[in-house]
């Protein structure tokens, strides 16, 4: 990979905007300079192989050292370390109170009511260990499933890591989910237990969790599931069922603070978690242990530069993958100090994030940009809530994922969070990825605001046209990786084919794995920019959803759709909004009445998906546009969407009349 070399940047800078990262923080970072960067790359680029088992071997505790580093027999089937064995909680928290650390605080919780409890590497080491201990009390052991669907808690991530201590697989569902949607995750992966809380505090408000597991029980497909486990958050009512529903203090309360840690190797899936593709069902993307652990810490390591008196907060769920590895995973893998943060940006106020910076001397904050678009749209109308009203001064690096920040959210956050003095690190990474991709180094990499900069060292990324051929620099094509790399994803739980064909497909002879985005790299620089999805998956505050997913969702409302299309356009605070189109099984109604069933779709398909995915326009027509062929026109529906003119040659619709009907928003 051919890296920038900094004594360019002043050439760059007559074109394009450039910040260099800050001199202090060049000269003590983890990767310092660019000349640190090229090295590491040269060191990849010459041995892929070595460079990661130096990683592997200098990161992560092993109890039985890795012989085997690659191992391509079975491509796309890759296999990492596969003779090693580990244990990812061992490594996140034994290890670290055996260098000293047990009285140093893991994790600083903050409850959406503002209370706050530290809880020190050996308080969550007896609290996994005692959640591990109960888990085996009700039968699960190494290869089973644990569904885990909580809010933001220190239960939420000792369970996860409970998990990981005994070889259990867990897959974690974001509370926002609905019971459909949660039904359909423990039924594909067969999970043999549920691990919830009695309700979430969000906002000042309790929303019910374990209600919803109780539904989706009872929607059928569910019979795995032998024991529900229910954490006490609020005192919320809940019904037990007798002989499944334990509480989970109670089940814990005699359980010993010790767990001899399952030693798996390095393959042994650490977890399953569910993103959304472009057609069909979610798919549970399937993650190691070893490969996945290393690429965790090595990311928390050099991208947001880790160091023993950071307080890092993600500020991500722990029900996406972000908040998997960079809150369960990374930064207790090196042993830091982070936050969990239960509530909302904008609970009691939108200065929440400014404050909880001030208040616990945060140094690396890490957010999505749908997060940073509604906070400055706040600050801008109130001045409490502007950081200027804060005192940020303790933090050093700031980050963002999820989709692409906008160059004008970049400078904002840049002035405004950063005070002109901490860099960005524009993350670029996926469910699939495990860890960042793309992204700068903060003590090294010059930043440019929208561009995610240059591949992770030992990340051979790389902008391919649609036969697999490189494109030159300047322009646009589809992006890919050309080599396997330690944390990524393995399969797709129970549908090989489908992780074969989503990922390497017959385009590039099998041999490059496919992102789903475009991208294009500077033609000067090299820096790389994220165009967007290439497929049928929308970006909506950050939130993968899959056209198709709510599609489905709108046509099983049976007795009021026929036929349904949706596309995204974009909006100026979530990035895309989701917009569908919509034929009733009955006369096309206006007004008052359009309204009204417009709501009832929009809470049908949160009731069959959850909240997030509720179409923000819903349009009624007679018909959808369609090709002769009948292919639904989703490229002029996107045009209508925006309410741009139609440039595209309609002249094959049976009706252009409809799109007058599909323009009117309700
Ligand atoms: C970590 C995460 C992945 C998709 C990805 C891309 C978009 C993520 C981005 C970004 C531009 C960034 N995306 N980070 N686009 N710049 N820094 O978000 O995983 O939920 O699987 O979404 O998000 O489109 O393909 P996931």
Redo the contacts with the bound molecule.
Sequence with gaps: MKAIKTEETDDMSEDLKIYAPPAELVAQAHVSGMAAYDALCAEAEADHEAFWARQARELLSWKKPFTKVLNEADAPFFKWFEDGLLNASYNCLDRNIERGLGDKTALIFEADGGEVTHTSYAQLLAKTCRMANALKAIGIGKGDRVIIYISMSVEGVAAMQACARIGATHSVVFGGFSAHSLRDRIEDTGAKAVITADCQVRGGKQLPLKAIVDEALTLGGCDSVSKVLVVNRAGAKVSMTEGRDLWLAELMKDQPETCEPEWVEAEHPLFLLY?SGSTGKPKGVQHSTGGYLLHAALTTKWTFDLKADDIFWCTADIG???GHTYITYGPLALGGTEIVFEGVPTYPDAGRFWKMIQDHKVTIFYTAPTAIRSLIKAAEAKDEVHPKSYDLSSLRILG?????INPAAWEWYYQHVGGSRCPIV??????ETGGHMITPLPGATPMVPGS?TLPFPGIAAAIVDETGKDVPNGQGGILVVKKPWPSMIRTIWGDPERYKKSYYPADFQGKYYL???GAIRDAKTGYFT?T??IDDVL?VS?H?MGTMEIESALVSCTELVAEAAVVGRPDDTTGEAICAFVVLKRPRPTGEEAKAIAKQLRDHVGKEIGPIAKPKDIRFGDNLPKTRSGKIMRRLLRQVAKGEAITQDISTLENPAILDQLSQVN
Excluded: K, L
Aim: with cysteine; proline share 4%.
């Design positions: 993103t996406w993958v972000t963002s994922v999820g989709e692409p524009d993350t670029f990474w996926q469910t995610c992102a789903g985005d994220i967007g999805r970006n950050g993968r």
